[in-house]
């Protein structure tokens, strides 16, 4: 069969830069459809239709191979053209190659084979003939009409239907369409281009017959009437064409035909299930079926393999995705796919379900999240180890708002997806920024200089001040050029790359694949040039190599660079002076339309502007007031006409991605990046310190995305499930001073506070409690009013009302741990998935028991304080208070009170700590300074005269452990020599280690020649 899809009349269809597909407006349809009269009058759409094109053949003839075969009827065949020869003899049948067309019935092709005399013949022969041939209009089977051309003063007539839609001009003359009997033509509407008549007049809708022009003036064409073939298939098949519709007046622009062949069996099973676990849910994937009949799909589900019997209808036939959220971390989840049909020859009707794909599974997983917000330069990021696949979001930049007409920018595109990776891999973030005038400073001027300016990563310029700029893509690179030659000498190498690399003096570069000494990361330096790339190396030794790779943060621009993208979200269009721009992002980007009509078009699949790079049309002639292409897969085009927008630039993604989602018009401002990493959700590193009457806990802190807090189980059990407290995200270690509780409720009414604990909390009235992570004005110490309940309990607050709410925090009587008892503890993260509270696993249980300790105390002295930690002990209990601000002259104002840090240190029996109390500014002390003014010792500041205080000095405790570069030892004086300034003085105790047995031990400094030397006396050998 041959399929012949019409055109559409000039004027109609555009490409993505805005240019007609037609050259005139006037110009007809291809396959039927007639030109207008002149320029104010559009052509006849052309018609869709599907033949046999069967000619009968009378005569044959083979010579030097080539065989000539003659039709009864001109076939209208051209060179190149494949032709399907039967009934002729075995010589001759076949499928072929048209060679030449010496007559309009004859055509020659090549057949090896011996010489056969020209000699009348029977058979047939089918192939693409020319749209208008007689013999190929006779065999159409199926036939929808093209729409009429517009006139000058009327819309065309409605192509299709059994009758084709009519046309009437400001005159009153009316064009005609075509009818199941007559029309201008069989297959042709009429023609009128500059005819006297017909002035304006829109052309004829080609069809089963063509429309027809009324000779009147300023009418559309007549719409092309539709017809479907009444006939048997054969002699021997009485079979018809059945299920016939005909509807009037569906298409826009360029013709269609969809074609369906029935499977065999049952509808076929879908193909290509993929299920990613996420962060507590599974992104499920499949290629979308193809068959007509396809009215959606039923997922089947469940968290063993014997037991998938939970069901979810999907609906739509092109759906390829779904999420199953609200999924349990941790738990593994199987799933069977199949596609739902109709088929009313069945029982089933509209619910028939085909046979259910292969088992695929996934297990929903704790991830951490790390966005990328917009630089304006590519950012490395190095794939952890252990990690096989991201869970990526990125966010394209918007265009730019246009001038004094205020049209917004077209919203940049969003693509999430699932991409594959290699641990420790280095990958290159291009967050797009957002066109001109789209984005503020805090202060509300613009970002970008100008409204037209294009938007980093692909935006184009807008033509003027009354057009914003497009925005640009976000995508993610891999960056790697192959390295031709590598040379090194003097501890310079030299790479050469196969083609220009895009990548600056300074960047950082991955080197691999040429050994030693080229692999390894380096700082590109001076004689980095277009196809070279220079950096340092330790060895000095002269080598050369090639064959290997270098990765490096390209320009955006650079073709291998944009070649290597692994993923693409598209920048929005900028706005013009009359339209918005064009939505960024989906396979195809929005377009703009501009009050003239004129329209640009954003990037697809296949086209755009350019690859990566929205059209610029800053300053053109054309496109006046136009707005600048967003960057994308395609970047997005501008048409040549005045005031539109730009057009969006389309999003992408790699075949081997899995739980892809495509968003047009999502982002506002700049462009984003998120990449969500897999990881353990458990709290890492728990370890508990005892102190007296107390333990400290502390733990790594969770990288976990939607993290609430952390739950504490406390006991004296050695596996605890009391939760003694909660805390929020932003702390990682928690004090144990007494009984405590977990708050799950807070509420404040009439000055009284009511807290609800997780379980019952034993308090009394009268007892003193502190509550803590909750928040201003619930924390703090309190004395309980009232028990409730056993999960209740009441203190005063004076403060407004506060409704009733859920917390996380903790209320804890403050009377003490009992010494010598053993304590044991979990911790957990507290994750929000779903919208639901849930606590992720526990760790592994720590324990620690209380001991009455020995209190130092250490004052000021105004010099730092040797403390050597004793013999047994791991951990010390700290209580470190800074000293007050100084007070200010005549008018007396206080210096602020110093700050007080408490907390157990991990520390190693027998090092030495260096205790240095800070002294409070002038006037403040105990022994005021003679100056209001001065500064307090360890880090305060010198007031600004009499009339101010000095800062307070900082308390804190320090290991002051300098490196040793050198030793010399003379006449028993011992020289060192430290890799940074020691700041040592005389007389102050040193502690040499790990030097050798000469120069190790404790001694007093007796002179500093330098910033970084010093000596101390020790009775040796020279060295």
Not at 590 to 612: D, E, H, M
Not at 744 to 766: C, D, E, K, M, Y
Not at 851 to 860: E, P, R
Request: proline share 3%; with cysteine.
């Amino acid at each position: 069969l041959y399929v012949y899809t019409g055109g559409s009349g000039g004027g109609v269809t555009f490409d993505y830069d805005g240019t007609r597909t037609g050259t005139n407006t006037y110009d007809g349809g291809w396959n039927g459809g007639g030109t207008g009269n002149n320029t104010n009058a559009g052509g006849g759409g052309g018609a869709s239709d599907i033949r046999r094109n069967e000619f009968t053949v009378t005569n044959k003839a083979l010579t030097s191979n080539i065989a000539t075969l003659t039709t009864s009827a001109v076939h209208g065949f051209t060179v190149g053209g494949t032709v399907v020869v039967a009934g002729v003899d075995a010589t001759f049948n076949g499928t072929y190659t048209i060679a030449t067309v010496p007559t309009t019935t004859k055509f020659t092709y090549a057949k090896t084979a011996s010489n056969v005399t020209s000699t009348a013949s029977s058979g047939t022969v089918r192939g693409p003939s020319a749209a208008t041939n007689t013999t190929s209009i006779a065999s159409r089977v199926v036939v929808a009409g093209g729409g009429g051309g517009a006139g000058y003063w009327a819309g065309g007539g409605l192509g299709g239907g059994l009758i084709g839609g009519s046309s009437t001009g400001s005159s009153g003359t009316t064009s005609y369409g075509g009818t199941q009997t007559t029309g201008f033509a069989l297959g042709t509407g009429k023609s009128v281009f500059g005819t006297g008549t017909s002035v304006n007049a829109g052309g004829g809708g080609g069809g089963y017959w063509g429309g027809g022009v009324s000779t009147g003036n300023n009418p559309g064409g007549g719409g092309g009437s539709s017809w479907v073939s009444t006939a048997t298939l054969s002699s021997l098949d009485s079979r018809t064409a059945s299920g016939v519709t005909h509807t009037q007046g569906v298409r826009t622009g360029d013709g269609y035909v969809a074609l369906s062949t029935p499977d065999t069996g049952a509808l076929r099973v879908p193909v290509n299930v993929q299920a990613t676990g996420q962060l507590g849910q599974v992104s499920l994937n499949w290629t979308a079926s193809p068959i007509e009949a396809t009215t959606g799909y039923r997922l089947m589900w469940g968290t063993s393999l014997g037991a998938i019997t939970n069901q979810i209808d999907i609906t739509g036939a092109s759906t390829s995705s779904y999420v199953h959220t609200g999924r349990a971390v941790g738990t593994t989840y199987y799933y069977q796919l199949a596609a739902m049909y109709s088929d009313y020859s069945l029982s089933c009707t509209t619910a028939c379900v085909s046979g259910y794909s292969t088992t695929v599974f996934a297990t929903p997983i704790f991830t951490s999240d790390l966005t990328f917000a917009y630089t304006g330069a590519p950012v490395a990021y190095v794939v952890p180890q252990g990690v096989t696949w991201l869970q990526v979001d990125l966010q394209a930049g918007q265009g730019g708002t246009a001038g004094t007409n205020g049209y917004v920018g077209g919203l940049g595109g969003r693509t999430q997806a699932t991409i594959p990776v290699t641990a420790g891999e280095t990958l290159y973030v291009y967050t797009g920024g957002s066109g001109g005038g789209a984005t503020f400073n805090y202060d509300g001027s613009r970002t970008a200089t100008n409204t037209y300016d294009g938007g980093w990563n692909g935006g184009g310029t807008g033509n003027n001040t009354n057009a914003g700029g497009g925005g640009g893509a976000s995508d993610i690179r891999r960056n790697e050029f192959t390295v031709s030659s590598a040379s090194a000498a003097a501890g310079t190498v030299t790479l050469t790359t196969s083609i220009a690399h895009g990548i600056a003096v300074g960047a950082s570069v991955v080197v691999a694949g040429l050994g030693a000494p080229f692999d390894g990361t380096y700082t590109t330096i001076s004689g980095t040039t277009a196809s070279t790339i220079k950096f340092t190396v330790s060895s000095v030794s002269s080598a050369t190599a090639s064959g290997g790779t270098v990765r490096g943060p390209s320009s955006w621009s650079n073709s291998v660079s944009l070649a290597s993208r692994a993923i693409i979200a598209g920048g929005g269009g900028g706005a013009g002076y009359w339209a918005g721009g064009g939505l960024g992002g989906g396979l195809i980007g929005g377009s703009s339309t501009g009050a003239s009509g004129n329209t640009s078009y954003g990037g697809t699949q296949t086209t755009g502007f350019a690859l990566g790079t929205g059209k610029s049309v800053f300053g053109t002639g054309t496109s006046v007031n136009a707005g600048g292409g967003g960057g994308g897969y395609w970047g997005g085009g501008v048409s040549t006409g005045n005031n539109p927008g730009g057009g969006g630039g389309s999003s992408w993604v790699s075949e081997d991605a899995a739980a892809v989602f495509h968003t047009q018009g999502y982002r506002t401002g700049d462009g984003r990046v998120l990449i969500t990493v897999p990881l353990s959700a458990s709290a890492a590193g728990l370890a508990a310190a005892a102190g007296d009457q107390q333990v400290a806990l502390s733990w790594s802190e969770s990288a976990t995305s939607n993290l609430l807090g952390y739950s504490i189980l406390g006991g004296t059990t050695p596996n605890p499930t009391t939760i003694i407290a909660t805390v929020d995200n932003t702390v990682s270690s928690y004090l144990h001073q007494g009984p405590s509780v977990a708050v799950t409720n807070r509420a404040l009414t009439a000055n009284v506070v009511t807290l609800t604990t997780s379980s019952a909390h034993g308090f009394s009235v009268g007892q003193s409690v502190k509550v803590s992570d909750i928040g201003s004005p619930f924390n703090g110490t309190f004395v309980i009013t009232a028990v409730p309940t056993t999960t209740t309990l009441t203190y005063a607050k004076t403060n407004a009302n506060i409704a009733s709410a859920t917390t996380i925090g903790t209320a804890t009587v403050a009377s003490g741990l009992t010494n010598g008892t053993t304590y044991y503890y979990r911790v957990a993260p507290i994750l929000l998935l779903s919208d639901v509270r849930t606590t992720a696993s526990y760790s592994s249980v720590v324990s620690a028991t209380p001991t009455t300790l020995t209190a130092g105390t250490y004052a000021y002295s105004g010099a730092p304080t040797l403390f050597t930690v004793p013999t047994g002990v791991s951990w010390l209990q700290v209580d470190a208070q800074a000293g007050q601000g100084g007070t200010a002259g005549s008018n007396g104002y206080v210096g602020g009170q110093g700050g007080r840090t408490q907390a157990t240190i991990p520390v190693t029996a027998g090092e030495k700590l260096y205790l240095y109390i800070g002294g409070a500014g002038g006037r403040a002390g105990s022994s005021p300074s003679a100056n209001t003014y001065a500064a307090g010792w360890n880090g305060g500041g010198t007031g600004n005269n009499t009339n101010a205080g000095g800062g307070g000095g900082a308390s804190d405790i320090r290991r002051n452990e300098f490196t040793v570069t050198n030793k010399a030892l003379t006449s028993n004086v011992a020289t060192l020599t430290t890799s940074a300034a020691h700041g040592f003085a005389v007389g102050a105790s040193a502690s040499v280690a790990d030097i050798d047995a000469t120069f190790n031990g404790t001694y007093v400094v007796t002179s500093v020649p330098t910033t970084t030397t010093f000596t101390f006396a020790k009775t040796a050998a020279n060295v």
